[in-house]
């Protein structure tokens, strides 16, 4: 910031003087946003991932190869440039993965991040990088800038999410429950429990992040942002109501985020908080919604397309509705009972 002195009035005709030396200052300008084109390239269960120069901006993490993308160039183009210099390979096809804008102090990001499906060549340090393919599960053992995080949620998002069925007020068979369903290889979880206090709440997470940890799935805490403070070391994310998320000015954590949304506006609302993926609903009959609420698949799809996060199906669906929940651009299923009953059914 740039301060400037105006000098004192010594004008003999002045009509001011007795005027004081005055401290302006000049209107802090917005830094330019940086586009950037990003490439996550997969073998099997692993991805690329090389480390960043020392003498850079956030010089000495790892990240995904990619770039700035240069005045006139095509995404497609900037992609090609980036991952020809760096590693010495030619793109043929890649496809979108996610967009998502990310702020530092001094700088503004635009991630464009592609999926590369087919290249020719071997991947190789041509800057003199280091280089390395990564499992993807283990991602999280390696320090990437800020900017990166969300694609590591992405990467490592199931497409599959529990949410926890019947209030627990009995939390030693909610917690049998809940081990049945980990038992089933279901590794990402919503601790809901609206019937409990928040002193009973906060009682059960502990048990019920412990449990799941266990079984090395992830729990999302549905609850009041009140006393989100006290999970925020333990729980794996946050997932916010439709309500909490059309309150909030800012993404309220760095873990994953997760929101309800029924509506265009909402999914614009999550759009603009950066969350990692949200759930739409209702898209099937359940006992909680009349027919003239359902979205239908068909409705469904339509708002899927407002949503550059992936999207979980929720309201009536079932597990085996996976594939025709992407054929409609959806991610995944996301339920209660056909989580939770079917887990009870199978033991």
């Known amino acids: 910031m740039i301060m400037s002195k105006s000098m004192p009035n010594t004008e003999p ?49 790892w990240e995904f190869p990619g770039g700035k993308i240069e005045a006139g160039e095509t995404h497609f183009h900037a992609l090609q440039r980036e991952l020809k210099e760096e590693l010495g390979i030619e793109i043929q ?16 990001l635009k991630l464009f991040v592609y999926t590369v499906m087919e290249y020719q060549g071997q991947a190789q340090a041509c800057e003199g990088q280091p280089l390395i393919w990564v499992d993807i599960a283990n991602l999280n053992q390696y320090a990437f800038p800020e900017a990166n995080q969300a694609i590591i949620n992405r990467l490592q998002l199931l497409p599959y999410y529990v949410i926890t069925g019947e209030n627990p007020q009995n939390p030693v068979e909610f917690l049998t429950k809940l081990e049945q369903v980990l038992q089933q290889g279901y590794k990402l979880i919503q601790f809901r429990a609206k019937a409990l206090s928040q002193k009973q709440y906060v009682k059960l997470a502990d048990n019920v992040i412990e449990l799941a940890h266990s079984y090395q799935a992830k729990v999302l805490c549905n609850l009041s942002l009140d006393i989100w403070h006290e999970f925020a070391g333990k729980a ?105 009953d079917i887990a009870s059914d199978n033991n």
């Not at 890649?94 to 102090?105: D, V």
């Open 93 to 108: 096809q890649c496809q979108p993965l996610m967009s998502l804008p990310f702020c530092y102090p001094d700088k503004q």
């Open 236 to 340: 794996d994310g946050l997932h916010l109501t439709s309500s909490q998320l059309m309150a909030l000015n800012s993404r309220p954590t760095d873990l994953l985020l997760a929101a309800s949304c029924h509506n265009q506006a909402q999914i614009q609302q999550a759009k603009q908080l950066g969350v990692d993926f949200i759930v739409v609903s209702p898209v099937a009959q359940t006992k909680h919604y009349t027919s003239s609420q359902l979205l239908g698949w068909q409705g469904f799809a339509e708002l899927v397309r407002y949503a550059n996060m992936p999207v979980f199906a929720l309201g009536g669906v079932k597990p085996n509705q996976l594939d025709t929940c992407v054929q409609v651009g959806g991610y995944g299923i996301a339920g209660i009972s056909g989580f939770w």
């Open 13 to 61: 005709n002045s009509t001011n003087p007795k005027s004081k030396t005055q401290t302006q200052t000049k209107p802090k300008t917005k830094p330019k946003i940086v586009d950037v084109v990003v490439a996550v390239i997969q073998q099997q269960e692993q991805v690329l991932i090389s480390k960043r120069a020392k003498n850079v901006h956030c010089g000495g993490v």
